[in-house]
């Protein structure tokens, strides 16, 4: 429920619901070796634009491709991303016969797990290093699973024609911990939190019972509070933290969100989440305990009136969490 609610906004055709390549013939030192090659219509894609933008496709059109292919049109630095990592990317669209842009995605975070992307996107991220632009031409019918390319609803597009996709590869984002590696709760220097605030009491597991103040009115801005200051590493922007968290609505007492109730930490990206959460976790030490009280404000780090009305909450509600820091790995 934390998560900032992000939309891709590639047509639902093109992406894998959520249950939740070139490498060109000549592969860079480190590269997977399996990665997608590249073909007559990948190498053929010129574009203008600046790194991370929208691009104009300058290439000479029709451009064709019979199956998946990926050439790298800008080298990149650094190692491939690792399995469980992912980049933050800006992708263009671009319909392979008229030069037409289909879709712009402006920078968003794309992980190198196949079960969370489509194929063509999967393979680009895979074989991919920070400052790479990289060129993936497909058929249409590709990304529509065997279907016309008409199915998919983009304007223009006909049957036969091909997607030309050029991914510009701005950040690489961190890997990930095994549980092995985790704390199993918050542990270090207990603090008293300010007056006001919610009580935490403790299970001898860490799981914490969160208590709301009697007569005490919801702030009305962003409130945080160290309750047990960790001792690990500290938490910076961009870093992947792995959180056990409670979240309860201030003014019924009632949870609506834990990993605890999961039974297994949570993981993120501080510049994913809601505000109430980046602002409660970046400068933190890995060990610390931290009481987050979130307005339902966007400016204040919640999700919004709107939103938490979707979400099934009221449009002022005020959300508390507690959140131990088990572990971080820092953006590359």
Known sequence: MFVKRLSLLIPAALVLPLALAGCTAQAAPGMPKDCTPAGDASKSVQVEGDFGKTLKLTSKTPLKAKELERSVLIEGKG??????????????LFNGRTGKVVQAIPETPLMNDAQQLPNWAYQAVRCSVKGQRVAMAMPASDLANGQPASSLGIPDLKDGDSILAVIDV??????????????KKAEGTAKKAPEGF???????????????????????????????????????????VYV???????????EFDSSWSRGKPADFLTTGVIGGFQKALEGQKVGSQIISVVPAALDQGGYGPQKLQEMGHKPDDVMVFVLDILGTVHEK
């Not at 701005?170 to 704390?183: A, C, I, N, Y």
């Not at 001898?204 to 702030?219: A, R």
């Open 79 to 92: 190692d491939t991303t690792a399995k469980g990592g992912g980049v933050s990317a800006a992708v263009t």
């Open 198 to 240: 919610p009580t935490v009491k403790l299970a001898e597991n860490g799981e914490p019972t969160i208590t709301i103040p009697k007569g005490v009115k919801p702030p009305t801005t962003l409130k945080t509070a160290t309750v047990i200051e960790g001792k690990g590493e500290t938490v910076k922007p961009g870093d992947r």
């Open 244 to 254: 056990n968290y409670r979240g309860v609505i201030w003014s019924t007492g009632k």
């Open 170 to 183: 701005t950040k690489q984002q961190p890997g990930t911990l095994s549980e092995s590696k985790l704390l």
